[in-house]
């Protein structure tokens, strides 16, 4: 599976983004498609994610400003982000974590990544 992120760049405070990820390659479907964020010397932590079904969870840190949907372009999703503070300020990774077959009664799942694009937020 082949993750390519568009979008990010500079942003003031208060501004919005939008980012988005467009899924290629062999699967099935997504059991999860999100995205990630990780600061220099920081662990990476989940932002925002649509899981199978259709439900969004997001981190605490960005409920309200950030909303996640899937793009017009099948196997694509999308990132608003909105009202954007300084510490919204990372690379960005998109995350999936795809099936790729039932396996004896499991799925066969593959996690993989995006090359991941910087955002930054200051004035």
């Known amino acids: 599976v082949q993750l390519v992120e568009f979008g990010g760049g500079l942003a003031q405070p208060g501004g919005s983004l939008s980012l988005s990820c467009a899924a290629s390659g062999r699967y099935r479907s997504f059991l999860s498609f999100g995205w990630y964020r990780q600061v220099s010397g920081k662990q990476r932590e989940s932002v925002a994610t649509?899981?199978?079904?259709?439900?969004?969870r997001y981190a605490d840190a960005v409920k309200g400003r950030f909303t996640i949907a899937k793009g017009n372009v099948t196997d694509t999703i999308i990132l608003q982000m909105d009202n954007l503070k300084p510490e919204d300020t990372a690379v960005y990774y998109c995350?999936?974590?795809?099936?790729?077959?039932?396996?004896?009664?499991?799925?066969?799942?593959?996690?993989?990544w995006g090359r991941g694009t910087q955002v930054t937020v200051a004035s």
């Open positions: 649509l899981l199978i079904g259709g439900a969004a």
């Open positions: 995350h999936a974590d795809a099936i790729l077959g039932i396996n004896n009664g499991a799925f066969d799942r593959v996690q993989s």
